[in-house]
């Protein structure tokens, strides 16, 4: 899996769905509005399953080509919409984070002070394993993707790339509670 490849195809998807919805408002360009629109769009799709086809192996890559697609959306959105430019920065502030939780969990042993020093209640905990960063990331996104999952009138191509992307970070965290239980010794931490 060539990963700077993958992220060059991300930054195309965006531009490429950003310019077709500018083109489809534009008199005498809607034709190349949408042929660019849906290129963007399966471009987008293609990456996304080649990623999640990897998860196991590659989990970062999953977690860094989300994060581009949030750059590429916050590149192009409008400096008035606070409310998208805050979610898309929050969004990549997260996986920041969650980058740095995953490095700590393959490191390995080091990883055991987070199960130490984390609350053990059933909300602090992924299938027995400590909530970190790496959670919290993708619990925010899941969210961030689900809600606009509920928004009438996306197109069912952009809807399909919005459930991949979904599918990709409940895979991802899947195999993030996998790398926790080796790193923890493969022994369930408490409920």
Known sequence: MDRVGLLDNIGTSVTRVYQGRAWLDTEGREGDGRVSYNKGLSLALASFQTVQANAACDLEAVVLLEQAYLAQELAFCTPVDKKAANSLSNGIKSFDEGLLALKEVEAGASYSVADRILPHRKETRCNGMPKDA??????????????????????????????????????????????????????????
């Open 134 to 191: 790496f959670h919290y990331a993708c619990a925010g996104h899941l969210e961030r993707l689900d809600g606009i999952l509920h928004t009438p009138g996306i197109n069912m191509t952009e809807k399909a790339v919005l459930e991949q992307r979904l599918a990709n970070i409940e895979t991802a965290q899947s195999v993030y509670v996998e790398k926790q239980k080796k790193a923890l010794g493969g022994v369930n931490a408490a409920p």
